[in-house]
């Protein structure tokens, strides 16, 4: 089975405003050429965004060609478990808890939140050396 990516609100941002390194863009540009995956906390997150209406109109275009993984019962209480177990914030909490549960791998710049996290695979798209 073909590896999935979780895409977590700042790497979505990061990328549309092209401020990911090269490496970075290149992977990001190949994973979202396969349809980007995105938790609907990222869909709130993004779109909350403050911006202007053209930056919006960009976020809303690519929230629109996303998959957006809504929560399950199984991603609320993978959720509890994680709040408990790591004492992490509720939309950090519902992100691991989607890529767990998807068995997908988070992208993400916000490495300190989530590295503690068993079982959570992340890759942060500013960190990329491709060959």
Do not use: C, W
Not at 5 to 19: C, H, K, P, T, W
Not at 39 to 44: A, G, L, P, T
Not at 72 to 101: C, G
């Amino acid at each position: 089975m073909e590896q999935r990516y979780l895409i977590d609100s700042n790497a979505v941002i990061d990328y549309l405003s092209g401020e990911l390194p090269n490496d970075g863009m290149m992977f990001m540009n190949t994973v979202i050429n396969n349809i980007p995956l995105i938790s609907i906390i990222s869909k709130i997150e993004v779109l909350g965004y403050n911006t202007s209406q053209e930056a919006h109109q960009l976020l809303l275009d690519f929230i629109g060609d996303s998959i957006v993984i809504r929560l399950s019962e199984n991603i609320v209480n993978k959720t509890i478990s994680l709040r408990k177990e790591y004492k992490i914030k509720i939309p950090d909490a519902i992100i691991a808890a989607t890529a767990i549960e998807n068995k997908m791998v988070l992208m993400t710049r916000n490495i300190k939140d989530f590295i503690k996290i068993e079982n959570l695979v992340i890759i942060d798209p500013h960190k990329l050396a491709m060959a």
